[in-house]
């Protein structure tokens, strides 16, 4: 049985039963272990749906998760791939791994859970129909479908409703799409691919979560809806629920979305959509569980004293109460999901109210297959309460402990693991093919829904107390101190053995002129002989003209020459392949994401890049580069033969801008920067003297200085969405015929969009040479503006350089280096 499979069948586990997390280094306290004595009774379930990461209600999730006690959870169609990035350059993958993780920690202060479909977000879209032109429908409807089927909620809760043009589309598609599942998932004839793993699942009820833009939400006439009062307070939980949700969704730094709570009361409103009518309540007529299980009302008694009886000074002393309905619900034989998650949450009841701490760490955070490293089991039992350690299983061997555990004494092992050479690397799950067009290609139905891959190693520790048997399950980490953070802990991660990193993305091939790339094999092992191949090329159109050899640091440089291709495409894809002398080839790089809100990331992209034969004029120019919220603008320019040096805080004196032919800002500028907001009157004096200033994107909010240029600029929330909608430009402009002639074709396969965040209204004195046309709406004019200044030349710009240029797109490279050149 290969790893590969055996984790899709934990896939399958995790999502079919949810299986809960076992304790950590992080002990609860006696409220918080009473609290999931309540969550342990209720039996309500309600699923959550929407678009993006930070659509969601936090604050309906929070009162439904703690206050209802329902298990709560929250359905993303995407991963916010398509968003823009405050924090850092990561966009497209990357800031989708980055906006999943943010969701899970959000989760994990709201207590809710968290599933996934295959959509890829593709940027803003302004009308379900595109939406669905864009993404298959009927795989998301399956995604959909097969979620409500393995969650089994009693209600569904949209976010957004299904009138067009009101908002987002990827809102409304979400909308719609958990309007048609509601039905279709009752049908034992719809996706009968699904009745292997599950079975059909009507909810009783489905409501949109409504709300006004901008106002409160004042309840149609004739329709039917509850209020929550979701400012309520939990006193268990030592806060509101307003409190709850602004916590869980600061977590969604990525997006800027951090909240203050608001204090008092607050209500939410649900808008009956379908189902079942009610008087009263939601859940009116929704089963309680216990009620269909033969001992339930055995199971739900013992619960109730428990609540009656619950020891809070010494938490331990409610094991026998937990024992006995422990033994209850070991007693169930039916494998549906919510009994499972029951039979999981009262052993992490029985061993948080001993106060366990169990660790499974290593003494590194990378590893790959093949490798020997050394890890620690540690286990401690602070309680009175006597419990025996029986066994731990890792990888394919068990290892016999059979000792006794009380009294805060701690038990710690030492093991050597060996992974197999076959293991698989640590490559996020939807990740592994390739894109199935805007949807991630997932063939295993099973692994559909779970938000992240399991731990890249993880240990089964079994215990027993008063003759029950406990497991717990326990992933590898990564523990460390930090000196400033404290105690640190990441995930283990598996890489692979050998990587190979192109130095660029884009390799320029200027006038036809060869142009040079370094490609870096790493070894994480010993240093293994091969050579470089390009795939994309043929053996003419390259050659390696250098390599050396770095023992200590374990890697190869090789410096290749490419020649360009023979038929003269202006961007072509290539991949660097190292292939060892005795034919095996690896062809993966390793990319690495570290914020610390979040847990360390790790993907492994191919080793690709673009060659771009560019009949392109530029000059010997330095710029000086402004940080905005980050982007890859000045890489690029870099690759095309720029000087660009970054203007860091205290750099924008006008002495020292003078020395730079052009000045851009990156993306969102005037939004993060003090300095640069605080320097403007220097930026203009620079270009009333003879500069040149680019500006690129900025949000209306928050601003921190309303002086965007010479004259008056108000920005709105303009864009133009699709990315190959018609484009008019100014006949005779010089910005389009000096130094490098535009054409029409240019505006050719550009990527996700044409711009965002245009201005909405400005001075005269700009001239617009750009009128863009998103189709079945009136023309845009506010993506380029320009403007001679005193000697000078300024430029504010919506267009989506931050991503056209990355991409290699030789159109817009071409505009933007003409924007330089003025």
């Not at 998301?140 to 976010?159: A, G």
């Amino acid at each position: 049985m290969s790893y590969k499979w055996l984790s899709y069948v934990f896939a399958f586990l995790l999502v079919n039963t949810t299986i809960l997390a076992s304790p950590t280094n992080e002990p609860k306290s006696s409220a918080e272990i009473y609290h999931q004595v309540l969550k342990l009774k209720e039996t309500k379930r309600v699923l959550y749906v929407a678009a993006h990461p930070d659509d969601e209600n936090t604050r309906l999730i929070s009162f439904l998760g703690n206050e209802i006690k329902a298990e709560v959870a929250y359905l993303s169609l995407t991963r916010g791939d398509g968003g823009q990035n405050l924090i850092g350059k990561e966009l497209g993958i990357e800031l989708g791994m980055i906006r999943t993780q943010e969701l899970l920690k959000a989760r994990q202060i709201d207590r809710g859970r968290q599933f996934f479909s295959r959509a890829i977000d593709f940027g803003f879209s302004k009308h379900p129909e595109e939406t669905f032109k864009n993404w298959e429908k009927d795989k998301l409807l399956n995604d959909v479908v097969w979620v409500i089927r393995t969650f089994q909620p009693d209600i569904i809760i949209t976010r957004f409703n299904t009138e067009p043009g009101s908002t987002h589309g990827h809102h409304t598609g979400s909308a719609i799409l958990a309007g048609e599942a509601f039905s279709l998932a009752a049908d034992s004839s719809a996706y009968p691919g699904h009745l292997p793993y599950t079975t059909p699942w009507q909810s009783k009820r489905i409501f949109w979560n409504a709300y006004n833009w901008g106002g409160a939400y004042e309840p149609e006439e004739g329709k039917l809806y509850h209020q929550y009062p979701v400012g309520n307070f939990n006193s268990l939980l030592g806060m509101s629920y307003s409190q709850m949700a602004a916590d869980s969704r600061t977590m969604h730094k990525s997006q800027g979305f951090g909240s203050t709570a608001q204090i008092g009361n607050s209500e939410d409103y649900l808008q009956m959509v379908a189902g079942e009518r009610f008087t009263s309540d939601p859940f009116e007529g929704v089963q309680n569980r216990w009620e269909s299980i033969k001992n339930g009302k055995v199971i739900e008694g013992k619960i109730d004293r428990l609540l009656d009886t619950f020891d809070h000074r010494i938490p331990s002393q409610n094991i026998p109460q937990l024992i006995s309905i422990k033994k209850e619900l070991d007693k169930i034989n039916l494998k549906e999901a919510w009994i499972i998650e029951k039979q999981s949450l009262i052993d992490e009841i029985i061993l948080n109210a001993m106060g366990i701490i169990a660790e499974f760490n290593s003494n590194k955070e990378l590893s790959y297959p093949g490798e020997v490293f050394k890890t620690q089991l540690i286990f401690n039992n602070p309680s009175s309460k006597e419990l025996k350690l029986i066994d731990f299983s890792i990888l394919d061997k068990t290892i016999p402990i059979d000792i006794d555990s009380k009294n805060n004494q701690t038990y710690k092992r030492d093991i050597n693991i060996t992974l197999p050479k076959d293991y698989p690397i640590s490559q996020p799950y939807w990740l592994e093919d390739e894109n199935d067009g805007n949807l991630f290609k997932i063939s295993n139905q099973q692994a559909i829904g779970k938000p992240f891959n399991e731990p890249a190693v993880a240990g089964v520790l079994n215990v027993e107390i008063e003759k029950q048997l406990l497991r717990i399950d326990l992933p590898l980490k990564y523990k460390y101190n930090d000196p400033i953070d404290g105690e640190v802990n990441q995930p283990f991660t598996i890489i692979p053995e050998v990587s190979v990193k192109v130095k660029k993305n884009n390799l320029f091939l200027i006038k036809g002129q060869s142009n040079h790339i370094e490609i870096e094999v790493g070894f994480q092992g010993d240093v293994h002989e091969g050579n470089i191949i390009i795939d994309g090329l043929k053996d003419s159109e390259y050659k390696v003209v250098d390599q050396r050899t770095d023992e200590d640091k374990a890697k190869k440089i090789f410096t290749v020459e490419v020649f360009g291709k023979n038929d003269n495409a202006e961007k072509i894809q290539a991949k660097a392949i190292y292939v060892l002398n005795d034919g095996i080839s690896y062809d993966q790089d390793i990319r690495r994401i570290k914020y610390k809100h979040i847990p360390n990331l790790t993907h492994f992209p191919a080793s690709q890049f673009n060659i771009l034969n560019l009949d392109i004029t530029l000059s010997a120019q330095r710029i000086g580069y402004i940080p905005g919220a980050g982007d890859e603008v000045p890489e690029v320019l870099k690759e095309l033969g720029y000087e660009v040096t970054y203007l860091e805080e205290g750099s924008l004196q006008l002495n020292n801008l003078k020395s730079f032919s052009t000045i851009i800002t990156g993306i969102r500028a005037f939004n993060v920067n003090e300095d640069l907001a605080n320097h403007m009157d220097q930026l203009l004096k620079y270009v009333h003297e003879g500069g040149n200033l680019i500006v690129q994107y900025n949000t209306s909010s928050p601003l921190l200085t309303s002086r965007l240029g010479p004259y008056d600029i108000t920005l709105s929330r303009d864009r133009v969405t699709v990315e190959d909608s018609p484009v008019e430009i100014e006949k005779g402009h010089s910005l389009f015929s000096e130094p490098n002639q535009i054409s029409d074709a240019d505006f050719d396969n550009w990527v996700q969009e044409r711009g965002l965040y245009f201005p909405g209204e400005w001075d005269e004195r700009y001239n617009t040479p750009l009128t863009l046309h998103e189709p079945g709406e009136s023309s845009k004019e506010g993506s380029l503006l320009i403007s001679n200044y005193g000697e000078g030349t300024y430029s504010y710009s919506g267009l989506s350089w931050f991503r056209l240029l990355p991409a290699g797109v030789p159109g817009a490279i071409k505009l933007f280096v003409n924007l330089i050149e003025q």
